[in-house]
């Protein structure tokens, strides 16, 4: 840890661990009743120091290791009832011989979850599966939100109203005499008062001015009405100071139950605890990150939140993640580092030290009204939005419903099944939609080689040649991860059709992952095709080392020709082009040179103008390699290629790398632009191989101009016509690759 930067900000982290560790007093006692409460009344303090222990351990082990600067770890909603509904059937059917080791026993047992939790956070982070995490489909964590909000609120019902037994929400409506009407405004009043804070009060916390006019208006009330008007406070609370002693003595007791009945329960939930826990974490991270402008580090924080869990399972049995809204709380009083989250934990030790008995006097219906208002925060917006959508427009209706079923589907679940059902069953439908995104076609689009040329200008009977025979030639652009079902459609569209195609390329520039599935499909498309006497060419792969290396490592190398791999698609649509014309004009008999009489700018001049003309003109050649153009020249030649390729170049800024613009081959000609309007070249030429070409000069065309008029219009024309047909063309390929 970074001593200098972590004493940085001491006063602004002092301010806003303390505005934190207010916010977080008054729920962790609540999410430690929520969890704990089943045990019975009497249980209720300890229930709520077991809450103050989580936030204390969990918020300083998380902080001293956490990838995130701000974030303030503390218990969760969704963590707690996912750990409730663990602890409530035990309460309910555990036998044992007396409420003492009942009680140490189903709190061991709860800490086996929460250490189970931790540990998969800490492997979570070592795996480097932070990012994977984030992948959860959104509707999947709307789903389970709303399913705690409800939960929460619903649970909150009987201490809300007073009522000394559990009752739900029927029983209420049924039967309202067991409603104490005094109890039931107190929290009401709660509830009130912190909406209205958070809109308009932003200095003081809302939970804690909710706490203090809900806490006051009891005992106003408890003064003028009696004590039996009333429902009950949190009971005799007094501070002990954590001993890790929990596991131990679970261990001494396990041999009273069937742990091995047990045990599937206890991975269940851990591994719901670490994945909601990380999931939560993480959404927090990115939240902080917004505000403050900083980039955490995602598997740093699942190590950090994982350490604090496996501390949180020795001191406190109640889990904890990063909480969003403490983090706006510290950054908003001022806290920029992590040292304000060290500040936090210790500032709620302080104050649960010198405060006990007063906290033990806070009612549990104000402790509800937080707690309902914590809940009523938990519905997602997003849910609300999808309703409105689904109901105002038509366009995307059967995307917004099947993103609201699978919401709905989730929430249900939440509510009506069991919480540890919904996560698994949500963790089914991310997985079945994660399949179902991997196996949806990668292609991005597909052409063929009539439709889309190379940046290579060729002749006229060139182009025509590849405008009937590159149909042989199709291109695939691939984009997104190329997983195991990706990669089997791709192979089959492939192999389909390669039944018509000589010549396939497989654009990789925008894939950006690549499994061991994916790489063996990769290298059996290649073998196929080998085999039946095609091409495959894989282009951008080099782009991206771990790509390749990755596909080095799996033996796919072997597989693939090492001439089947270019820099870029144009290079492999070059090289196909090539080939087709190569073996075209074998078949043809036509050798490879062009003469200056069979070029396309000189096809309707007569002999004798084209005499006229080579009188006019300097033959040239050039070795591969050599610059024939540099940027900024003055010179306004015209050439004409007849032999060899050459290549025009521009210079990339703050590198020493040359990007290609286009490439000309015998038979056309290059250097117009500065021949017509006399500006400086704005690229370099480059020989790519040996080339012949033959130069017009302006003093000699001016000199042909004087002698000839006509063959000098008719050579301007020709120019102008080739500029033309080459600026159709490259127009009627951006259509078809935009239409694409």
């Given at each position: 840890m970074n001593k200098v930067k972590l004493l940085s900000n001491i006063r602004g982290d002092l301010s806003g661990a303390i505005s934190a560790a207010i916010i977080s007093i008054p729920l962790s006692i609540g999410y430690g009743i929520i969890v704990y409460g089943p045990l019975g009344v009497e249980f209720l303090p300890f229930a709520a120091l077991l809450g103050i222990y989580a936030c204390l351990f969990g918020g300083i082990f998380a902080s001293l290791i956490g990838g995130t600067e701000i974030q303030i770890t503390a218990p969760k909603a969704p963590l707690s009832l996912i750990l409730a509904a663990f602890v409530a059937p035990l309460a309910l059917n555990l036998q044992m011989p007396d409420v003492a080791s009942k009680h140490i026993l189903i709190i061991g047992l709860?800490?086996?979850?929460?250490?189970?939790?931790?540990?998969?956070?800490?492997?979570?982070?070592?795996?480097?599966?932070?990012?994977?995490?984030?992948?959860?489909?959104?509707?999947?964590?709307?789903?389970f939100m709303?399913?705690?909000?409800?939960?929460?609120?619903?649970?909150?019902?009987?201490?809300?109203?007073?009522?000394?037994?559990?009752?739900?929400?029927?029983?209420?409506?049924?039967?309202?005499?067991?409603?104490?009407?005094?109890?039931?405004?107190?929290?009401?009043?709660?509830?009130?008062?912190?909406?209205?804070?958070?809109?308009?009060?932003?200095?003081?916390?809302?939970?804690?001015?909710?706490?203090?006019?809900?806490?006051?208006?009891?005992?106003?009330?408890?003064?003028?009405?009696?004590?039996?008007?009333?429902?009950?406070?949190?009971?005799?609370?007094?501070?002990?100071?954590?001993?890790?002693d929990i596991l131990p003595k679970t261990f001494r007791l396990l041999e009273n139950i069937d742990i091995v009945n047990l045990f599937p329960r206890i991975l269940i939930t851990g591994f719901v605890l670490g994945s909601i826990g990380s999931l939560e974490s993480l959404l927090s991270s990115v939240a902080a990150d917004n505000i403050a402008g900083t980039r955490h580090k995602s598997n740093r924080e699942l190590i950090g939140q994982g350490f604090g869990n496996v501390m949180n399972s020795l001191f406190s049995a109640l889990p904890s993640a990063g909480s969003e809204l403490h983090n706006i709380a510290n950054y908003r009083a001022g806290g920029r580092t992590r040292l304000s989250s060290l500040i936090c934990g210790l500032s709620i030790l302080l104050i649960v030290m010198t405060l006990g008995s007063v906290i033990g006097k806070i009612p549990l219906a104000v402790i509800a009204g937080i707690i309902i208002s914590v809940g009523f925060g938990l519905f997602d917006k997003w849910t609300i939005d999808l309703f409105r959508n689904l109901l105002q427009t038509r366009e995307q209706q059967k995307r917004i419903f099947a993103n609201l079923a699978v919401t709905v589907a989730v929430a249900v679940i939440t509510v009506c099944v069991n919480l540890i059902v919904a996560v698994l069953i949500g963790i089914a439908i991310a997985s079945g939609l994660f399949v179902a995104r991997m196996g949806r076609s990668i292609i991005k689009r597909k052409y063929f080689g009539n439709q889309i040329h190379s940046k290579k200008i060729r002749t006229i009977n060139n182009s025509t040649l590849?405008?009937?025979?590159?149909?042989?030639?199709?291109?695939?652009?691939?984009?997104?991860?190329?997983?195991?079902?990706?990669?089997?459609?791709?192979?089959?569209?492939?192999?389909?059709?390669?039944?018509?195609?000589?010549?396939?390329?497989?654009?990789?520039?925008?894939?950006?992952?690549?499994?061991?599935?994916?790489?063996?499909?990769?290298?059996q498309i290649s073998k196929k095709v080998n085999e039946s006497g095609k091409y495959l060419l894989i282009s951008h792969l080099m782009d991206d080392p771990s790509l390749s290396d990755f596909l080095k490592a799996m033996g796919v190398y072997e597989i693939l020709d090492e001439n089947c791999f270019f820099p870029d698609t144009d290079a492999a649509l070059e090289w196909a082009e090539d080939n087709v014309l190569t073996q075209s004009i074998e078949l043809a008999g036509i050798s490879g040179g062009v003469q200056?009489?069979?070029?396309?700018?000189?096809?309707?001049?007569?002999?004798?103008?084209?005499?006229?003309?080579?009188?006019?003109?300097?033959?040239?050649?050039?070795?591969k390699g050599e610059i024939i153009l540099k940027e900024g020249d003055t010179d306004r030649n015209l050439f004409f290629l007849t032999r060899g390729s050459v290549s025009v170049r521009i210079h990339l800024p703050e590198s020493d790398r040359y990007k290609r613009l286009i490439t000309y081959s015998p038979g056309v000609m290059f250097g117009e632009m500065a021949f017509l309007d006399g500006s400086p070249r704005s690229a370099d030429v480059w020989s790519d191989e040996d080339s012949e070409t033959y130069l017009l000069s302006p003093d000699d065309y001016n000199v042909l101009k004087d002698e000839t008029s006509e063959i000098a219009v008719k050579l301007i024309r020709n120019i102008a016509l080739e500029i033309s047909n080459r600026l159709r063309i490259r127009t009627n390929e951006v259509r078809i690759l935009e239409e694409g």
């Open positions: 709860a800490s086996l979850c929460v250490l189970t939790g931790g540990i998969i956070q800490f492997f979570f982070g070592t795996l480097r599966l932070g990012n994977l995490i984030k992948y959860v489909p959104y509707p999947v964590v709307s789903g709303n399913g705690i909000a409800f939960i929460l609120i619903y649970e909150q019902i009987t201490p809300l109203i007073g009522a000394s037994t559990h009752v739900s929400l029927l029983e209420v409506l049924y039967n309202p005499t067991v409603v104490q009407p005094f109890t039931f405004f107190v929290g009401l009043t709660t509830i009130i008062v912190i909406f209205f804070s958070r809109r308009f009060i932003k200095v003081v916390p809302a939970s804690l001015i909710g706490l203090v006019i809900g806490t006051a208006m009891f005992y106003a009330f408890k003064i003028i009405g009696g004590v039996s008007a009333l429902g009950p406070v949190i009971g005799n609370f007094y501070f002990q100071w954590p001993k890790p590849l405008q009937e025979r590159g149909k042989g030639i199709i291109v695939y652009e691939l984009r997104g991860p190329l997983f195991f079902g990706s990669a089997d459609n791709l192979a089959r569209e492939i192999e389909s059709a390669m039944n018509q195609c000589t010549y396939c390329i497989v654009d990789m520039k925008r894939v950006n992952e690549i499994d061991s599935t994916g790489a063996k499909i990769l290298g200056l009489e069979q070029m396309d700018i000189l096809k309707d001049f007569s002999q004798e103008e084209i005499h006229a003309l080579k009188q006019k003109l300097t033959r040239k050649t050039f070795k």
